[in-house]
């Protein structure tokens, strides 16, 4: 009876530290940078949006017609998962302002990361603001559990 108490332990001390390790990894580890650019500095991609914005019936809605005070801002979130587990449907939101005209590109998931893998997402938008804060959200599953975190 006694190996059996001993046993009986060491399996309920290996699963309390297999639960530990999982709840320690199961997060992904975010860097987030912005990047802006002038509108000015990049005529043709500016013409080529208000084109396609005034083609699509959303250009009154903008009320941009000249670059001037207008800035593209990009927001990359590099995604590191340091879990032994995939993680699974990543997606990424952004919290945008009024002032943010328009999304010009974007690759916001649903993506899939590998155990120990990378990847980034990131989205293209044009504003008016004059700072780049903004918040955004990362939602994800790690071996079927939902996390969510916000920057």
Not at 110 to 116: E, G, K, N, V, W
Request: glycine share 8%; with cysteine.
């Amino acid at each position: 009876m006694r190996t059996f108490a001993r046993i009986s332990v060491a399996l309920a001390l290996g699963a309390l530290l297999l639960a530990g390790l999982y709840m320690l990894t199961s997060r992904l580890t975010l860097t987030v940078s912005a990047e802006r650019v002038s509108a000015g500095e990049k005529p043709e991609e500016f013409a080529s949006l208000m084109q396609s914005a005034r083609e699509s019936g959303s250009g009154g809605a903008i009320g941009l017609s000249e670059t001037d005070g207008c800035t593209f801002v990009t927001v990359n979130v590099q995604l590191k998962n340091r879990s032994p587990f995939d993680a699974e449907w990543i997606t990424l939101s952004l919290s945008t302002l009024p002032d943010d005209a328009l999304v010009v590109s974007s690759y916001t998931g649903p993506i899939d990361i590998t155990a120990s893998g990378s990847e980034r997402l990131y989205v293209t938008y044009l504003t008016r603001r004059d700072d780049t804060s903004c918040g955004g959200r990362v939602e994800y599953y790690i071996y079927g559990r939902y996390h969510s975190t916000e920057f």
